[in-house]
């Protein structure tokens, strides 16, 4: 190859990465929902009407990230690395505050269960994120996923790794019985690839109504990864406004991309005075 043809072929790779990362949106919720133009009401956050969130894979995606995790001997604690490029952690001043928190934590029980938390590591001094295990997760394999962004670009970064248990129990404890629940999850198309809004009433406790508070910044926060293939993905979402949220049984509304044919565990994170999750099945078809 001759050398004015290697510096073309540079040429046209650095043009084309130039024009990619410009493309690229410049907020979190910008590069978790497409078209993001969000309403806010009463300082809580909702999704615009046109807006919907993607199903991203960020192993796939390969952003400019590296996660590390582990546990503590105990199991109850652990830490983890968000790495640049040059090896290099993102400290605290580095890590932008998005929907009142810096860094959103997913953790999803590899198999059984399917258990699942929504945590926020504290930043250590040594360019560390600590969190606490919630017992569930304890003794049991795990695939974390965290977004945050950039305070320096304004960039969303995903990333995700697998954490080994620091011991393993064939029965981890169970959780904890939901106060709340999800009565039932409706979406206006099934078929992969949709654009799909997605509701879910909402109920309390027997004869009692459900009053949903503000939790980080919104009404609620959901996450959805597919039943049986723990490495595929996952999506994380905000609501959409439409007027239900504050009715006694509340309805939310989610818009979704739909992603591959299959079954999917549709966890909602709300808060009725106290945080609690629950989870719904979505099934998606060909």
């Known amino acids: 190859m001759t050398p004015l043809r290697q510096v073309g072929i540079i040429t046209a790779v650095a043009v084309a990465a130039f024009f990619g990362l410009r493309a690229l949106p410049d907020t979190q919720c910008a590069f978790l929902h497409a078209d993001h133009q969000p309403v806010v009401v009463d ?3 909702f999704c615009g009407l046109n807006e919907e969130a993607n199903f991203y894979s960020p192993m796939t995606l390969r952003f400019p990230v590296g996660l590390e995790a582990a546990l503590a001997p105990d199991g109850a604690t652990g830490e983890l690395r968000l790495l640049k490029d040059d090896g290099h952690p993102y400290y605290a001043h580095e890590v932008a505050v998005s929907h009142s928190q810096r860094v959103h934590l997913h953790l999803r029980q590899v198999g059984g269960e399917r ?58 404890p169970a959780a904890p019985t939901p106060r709340n629940r999800i009565v039932e999850l409706t979406a206006s198309t099934t078929q992969t690839g949709a654009s799909a809004m997605i509701r ?87």
């Not at 080994?164 to 129990?169: L, V």
């Not at 999506?235 to 939310?252: K, N, R, S, V």
Request: hydrophobic fraction near 40%.
């Open 43 to 45: 300082g809580l956050q």
């Open 115 to 172: 258990a699942y938390a929504h945590l926020h590591p504290r930043p250590a001094a040594d360019g560390s994120w600590r969190f606490e295990l919630p017992a569930p997760l304890r003794g049991v394999g795990l695939r974390a996923y965290v977004d945050f962004s950039d305070v320096r670009t304004g960039r969303t970064m995903l990333a995700e790794t697998e954490v080994a248990p620091a011991f393993t129990t064939a029965e981890p």
């Open 200 to 286: 879910l009433r909402l109920a309390g406790p027997a004869g009692k109504p459900l009053r949903l508070k503000p939790i980080m910044g919104s009404l609620g926060h959901a996450v959805v990864f597919s039943a049986d293939r723990p490495d595929a993905g996952y999506a994380h979402m905000h609501p959409t406004l439409e007027g239900g949220e504050y009715a006694d049984d509340p309805t939310l509304a989610f818009r979704l991309r739909l992603p591959a044919p299959g079954a999917y565990d549709f966890w909602l994170n709300m808060n009725d005075g106290a945080d609690e999750l629950l989870r719904a099945t979505l099934t998606v078809t060909p």
